[in-house]
């Protein structure tokens, strides 16, 4: 039994000490993400852009606009931006504020996927996005 719980507290005591190296990571990652979707908007590739968003996203922006998102999304208005200013991971979400835009997204197992963009900050209230989940 001893070995056991020695055994679980050297699991969670590497786990402690290897999550800073993984915060890293996935701040790198939501910022990959959210480069990749602004490079997409900027060359109107509309396929690439609407793969960048999560589902719940995507379906919520269909359902909107009454159009598919390769439609809809060049007509929700959203700031193309060039670059990454800083990156906020909190667990499997994140915030990224670029030059133009605020976006947040979600960590999903095939990668970071945006659930918000075109937001903006309002005081004392939750952010103000263009597109975004249900």
Not at 63 to 84: F, H, N, Y
């Amino acid at each position: 039994m001893r070995a056991i719980r020695s055994g679980l507290l050297a699991a969670a005591l590497l786990g402690a000490l290897t999550a800073c190296g993984d915060l890293d990571a996935r701040e790198d990652g939501a910022a990959g993400a959210a480069s990749r979707f602004e490079a997409s908007l900027r060359a109107t590739d509309t396929v690439r852009s609407c793969a960048a968003l999560a589902p719940g996203t995507r379906d919520e922006l269909e359902q909107t606009a009454e159009l598919p998102c390769a439609r809809a999304l060049p007509e929700a208005g959203l700031p193309p931006a060039e670059k990454v200013r800083t990156v906020d991971v909190y667990g499997r979400q994140a915030r990224v504020v670029t030059d133009r835009d605020t976006l947040f997204l979600s960590a999903f197992p095939g990668g970071w996927k945006i659930t918000a963009a075109g937001c903006t900050a309002r005081p004392e209230k939750p952010y103000q996005c263009l597109i975004k989940g249900g």
